[in-house]
């Protein structure tokens, strides 16, 4: 589980903040990677697919949450 624990910026977030807050974790994604049909917009626990390979797809959750 990976924890935003930032109030929302303009109202989302973005598969951008989640690559950079799994870097602050020591774990390198590219954001491309990171499969978002739109940006995360409500606060609480979101389930977000990376795609490691074509073959090899992970589910995160995430957990977003006010300060």
Same mark, same amino acid.
């Given at each position: !589980?990976? %924890?935003?624990? +930032?109030?929302?910026?303009? #109202? %989302?977030? !973005? %598969? %951008? &903040?989640?690559? +950079?807050?799994?870097?602050?974790? #020591?774990?390198?994604? +590219?954001? @491309? @990677?990171i499969e978002l049909e739109e940006p995360i917009? @409500?606060? #609480?626990?979101? =389930?977000?697919?990376?795609?490691?390979? @074509? +073959?090899? !797809?992970?589910?995160? =959750?995430? &957990?977003? *949450?006010? *300060?």
């Amino acid at each position: !589980t990976l %924890s935003l624990h +930032d109030a929302l910026p303009i #109202g %989302s977030v !973005t %598969s %951008s &903040e989640l690559a +950079d807050a799994l870097a602050a974790k #020591g774990v390198k994604v +590219d954001k @491309r @990677r990171i499969e978002l049909e739109e940006p995360i917009k @409500r606060l #609480g626990k979101h =389930t977000v697919h990376v795609k490691l390979h @074509r +073959d090899v !797809t992970v589910a995160l =959750t995430v &957990e977003v *949450q006010n *300060q």
